[in-house]
């Protein structure tokens, strides 16, 4: 019997994230519910990647569990507030890149090369000595490398591969067995679940095998390269997830940017919401404050829905039969 | 400032106007921001065929025009999965399709843009100890760098039009003529910035190689004076002498744009 994955927030953050783990966070199917999980654990000097990094990357910074960042955007230095002086002031790490870098450099990642190179960053201020010194600089980490073509001589700037050690990640549904589905554009989410050593992923459904077997194309990482899965509704709430839920943007202005804006705002937010490991206790306080009728309009009310059954169907012969080559 | 004259605000035409410059035909990469309210206004109204991407991985996105709920919020908002001929991540956009050759047109915003087509966003003021950070580029770096076409829309606010920008995070011509070749990039840079006061072209003949490279004001908003926008710049602009006007926007321009834009995403009426 293969090992059970199905499991809480609780004992997936607590057997599959580390101290000093490099921890996937996509910026798309937001891994909020397991980003709270990981704060209230107190896990210590993560690594935060991802094309883009929201609202995980900022919670884990601010409650001091991220020592760095590489992404190609922060959302949490968007604009002035503590994110910005801690990676101003050094305390928090950070490298630049962009999200064509880190989605590339996840997929090195996963294909299990060193470097990868790519056409972009040439002519930016970017590859010059004016990013060195910075004072969140990582000391003594090669950031890339230009060189020209062996083959053809084109100039490429190289990247190094990206393997995180743990990939948490919200989707629409997974089998007991661990199996992912997700729909819908993806973001840098393909390469990044396959980059990781450790994937947690949480889910809006827990369904029957048949039904992710019925079904393969969508399935974006098979059970067994997966750590955990969580059943957690909402669990990427305030971001949208196609077919369940869109971005909750009164949430995000009246409870996220507080939150994020002073380190007064960040307490309150984690005593008010990061400590609530109950999740139906938390939507009722999302309810609570954005009231019923908001809570009600983020759901999915504009359906899309294939027109067309697909059939995966194949023949049970063959014309091998038709050969005598079956007995 | 704010108001164009005839009810419509200077960033509405500034919308309305990169919508019109897109061209008919081709594969578009938008980027965030007023981009996208641009190119879902090109894609609705004046160039149906037109195929319209962003980088998370939303390919032709084909909305209906006489119901489409808004333009999306953002490059990720889940409406670009409806109707979208393919939807998948970002290496397919960034990489298949933008790296590999397969897109024409890039269309994009920043923080700051320079007289060569630059553009910024990431740092106001020095990168190490900025006066102001931001968030980052995103797929901007890329799409300026790879787009074999670019359009620029930038607000006419002189803090974000400089001499040179604080940070070249996204490549116009750099610092002239053929640099983006001695940089290792396709020589053809950015073709027209759209400003909440007129459009740009750059003085580059034959595409990056000579010339200045420089934006020229080649068209002024409607009873805009040109010298009063070359003011707001801070090198000396080049007017082209077939200087033209740009058409105010057409009620239907107006309504639809407005119609794509439900919840004041992208232009909040008081601002420009």
Redesign the interface.
């Given at each position: 019997m293969p090992e059970p994955k199905l499991m809480t927030l609780e004992e997936a953050v607590g057997r599959f994230v580390e101290d000093g783990d490099t921890v996937y966070a996509g910026?798309?199917c937001v891994p909020f519910a397991l980003t709270h999980e990981i704060v209230r654990q107190g896990k210590r000097d993560l690594e935060v990647v991802g094309?883009?990094v929201v609202w995980p990357a900022t919670e884990l910074a601010l409650a001091g569990c991220c020592r760095r960042i590489r992404?190609?955007?922060?959302?949490g230095?968007?604009r002035?507030g503590p994110v910005?002086e801690m990676?101003?002031s050094g305390e928090l790490q950070y490298e630049?890149y962009?999200?064509?870098a880190i989605?590339?450099m996840l997929?090195a990642g996963a294909l299990g090369i060193p470097f990868v190179p790519?056409?972009?960053?040439?002519?930016?201020?970017?590859i010059t000595e004016?990013?060195e010194?910075?004072?969140g600089r990582i000391p003594g980490y090669r950031k890339w490398q230009v060189m020209d073509s062996p083959f053809d001589g084109?100039?490429?700037v190289l990247l190094p591969a990206i393997r995180p050690d743990v990939v948490i990640m919200h989707a629409q549904r997974a089998d007991a067995e661990g199996n992912v589905q997700m729909?819908?554009?993806?973001?840098?989410?393909?390469?990044g679940l396959w980059a990781g050593r450790k994937v947690i992923v949480t889910v809006e459904e827990i369904v029957p095998s048949e039904v992710i077997r019925s079904d393969p194309s969508r399935t974006v990482l098979p059970g067994f390269r997966v750590s955990a899965v969580v059943h957690c509704p909402y669990g990427a709430h305030p971001g949208?997830?196609?077919g369940y839920y869109?971005?909750d943007f009164r949430f995000l202005g009246r409870v996220i940017n507080p939150a994020f804006s002073s380190r007064e705002g960040f307490a309150r937010f984690r005593e008010e919401w990061t400590d609530v490991r109950d999740r139906q206790a938390y939507i009722e306080r999302v309810k609570a404050t954005i009231g019923e009728e908001a809570f009600q309009a983020i759901h999915v009310d504009?359906h899309?829905r294939p027109l067309r059954e697909v059939d995966y169907g194949y023949s049970r012969n063959t014309n091998l039969r038709m050969e005598g080559k079956v007995p | 400032m704010t108001d164009g004259g005839d009810g419509y605000t200077l960033a509405e035409l500034m919308c309305i106007e990169a919508a019109r410059l897109m061209p008919d035909r081709g594969v578009a990469v938008l980027g965030l921001g007023t981009p996208v309210l641009a190119g879902t206004l090109a894609k609705c109204l004046h160039h149906p065929d037109l195929v319209i991407c962003?980088?998370?991985?939303?390919i032709d996105w084909r909305p209906d025009p006489a119901t489409v709920?808004r333009a999306p919020?953002g490059i990720?908002?889940?409406?670009?999965?409806?109707g979208?001929a393919m939807?998948?991540?970002?290496?397919d956009v960034?990489?298949a399709l933008?790296?590999g050759g397969r897109a024409d047109l890039g269309v994009l915003t920043g923080a700051q843009v320079d007289r060569y087509g630059n553009l910024n966003t990431?740092c106001i003021g020095d990168?190490?100890?900025?006066e102001?950070?931001?968030?980052?580029?995103?797929?901007?770096?890329?799409i300026a760098?790879?787009a074999p076409r670019l359009l620029i829309l930038m607000s006419q606010e002189p803090r974000r039009w400089k001499r040179r920008v604080d940070?070249?995070?996204?490549?116009g011509y750099?610092d002239g003529p053929g640099?983006?070749r001695q940089?290792?990039?396709a020589p053809q840079g950015p073709n027209r910035i759209v400003s909440t006061m007129g459009v740009y072209r750059f003085d580059t003949p034959d595409g990056g190689e000579t010339g200045s490279c420089e934006a020229v004001l080649e068209a002024v908003f409607p009873g805009l004076d040109p010298e009063a926008v070359a003011a707001l710049v801070p090198w000396e602009l080049r007017v082209a002498p077939d200087l033209r006007e740009v058409e105010p926007p057409t009620a239907e321009e107006l309504s639809l744009l407005r119609r794509l834009d439900p919840f004041q995403f992208y232009l909040t009426p008081g601002r420009y």
């Open positions: 910026y798309l094309a883009s992404s190609g955007y922060i959302q230095a968007l002035p910005t990676m101003l630049d962009s999200n064509q989605a590339l997929m790519t056409r972009s960053f040439l002519g930016t201020d970017y004016r990013t010194g910075h004072p084109q100039r490429v729909w819908g554009h993806l973001g840098d989410a393909r390469w949208g997830l196609a869109d971005f504009q899309v | 962003t980088e998370v991985g939303a709920a919020l990720h908002d889940l409406i670009l999965n409806h979208a939807a998948t991540d970002m290496v960034l990489g933008l790296m990431i990168y190490a100890r900025p102001r950070r931001l968030g980052g580029t995103g797929g901007n770096t890329e760098c790879l940070f070249v995070t996204s490549p750099i640099a983006r940089h290792g990039l």
